[in-house]
């Protein structure tokens, strides 16, 4: 069984600082993992996804993640913040379902950045 | 193309009623997934369907049943809401890749 852990349930940050979202995992076969960000009142997006190719994932909007087997983790990096990062994050794991070829995600509580000017 | 479209995007039920929550996609893709979402507690599956004419239960489908009426929409009924049934609700579909593309979802409330 698969299953996602975000230490933090709440992040601040200021304007121009280092974002780190902490991301581990459990998953008995090599996952499949993703960051998904959710602005206020609207629908998820797709920040990034490690998929077994190189380890540290570059997405969308200055954010990269690297993934480390040995720790099991896979956490949100970008450099600077900006207020626009304001929203909250959600890691979460993919395996293909025993059976077929089904995959299923499941997905960390999530974690509120919040960015103070 | 729409992508995936959920209809309504807003709904207050009282306890007892009972509503359907529609999904469509155009992009002709396989399976379909409806997801709930509460605070503090993230996105977790209720039902999906890996194809046309298949359901399966995901992590929390006590007081939900789903219909994948074709391939391109998925349907989520409520028989009997309940307050604990107040939540955002997603779905989302999926063609044979790993991506899964979300739909804006449905705030439901259950008074």
């Known amino acids: 069984a698969q299953s996602v852990t975000q230490l933090g349930s709440h992040v601040s940050v200021s304007e121009g600082a280092l974002v780190l979202l902490r991301c581990n995992y459990s998953s008995s076969v090599p996952p499949y993992l993703f960051w998904y960000v959710q602005y206020p009142n609207q629908g998820l997006q797709l920040l990034l996804k490690y998929t077994s190719a190189a380890t540290l994932v570059k997405g969308i909007n200055g954010f990269e993640a690297e993934f480390k087997k040995s720790e099991t983790s896979f956490h949100l990096t970008k450099p600077s913040a900006h207020m626009s990062d304001a929203a909250e994050y959600f890691c979460?794991?993919?395996?293909?379902?025993?059976?077929?070829?089904?995959?299923?995600?499941?997905f960390g509580k999530g974690t509120l950045l919040t960015v103070n000017p | 193309n729409a992508g995936v479209t959920q209809t309504p995007k807003f709904q207050v039920l009282k306890t007892g009623q009972s509503m359907t929550l529609q999904c469509a996609q155009d992009?002709?893709?396989?399976?379909m997934y409806w997801y709930r979402q509460d605070p503090g507690m993230g996105l977790r599956l209720i039902y999906y369907s890996a194809s046309e004419g298949t359901t399966d239960k995901g992590e929390v489908p006590n007081g939900y049943n789903v219909s994948r009426l074709n391939k391109r929409e998925f349907s989520l009924r409520l028989e009997s809401a309940a307050p604990s049934q107040t939540s955002v609700y997603f779905c989302?579909?999926?063609?044979?890749?790993?991506?899964?593309?979300f739909g804006p979802g449905t705030r439901l409330t259950v008074l």
């Open positions: 989302a579909s999926r063609r044979t890749s790993w991506r899964q593309y």
């Open positions: 992009m002709n893709h396989n399976s």
């Open positions: 979460a794991v993919s395996e293909e379902s025993s059976g077929g070829s089904n995959y299923k995600l499941t």
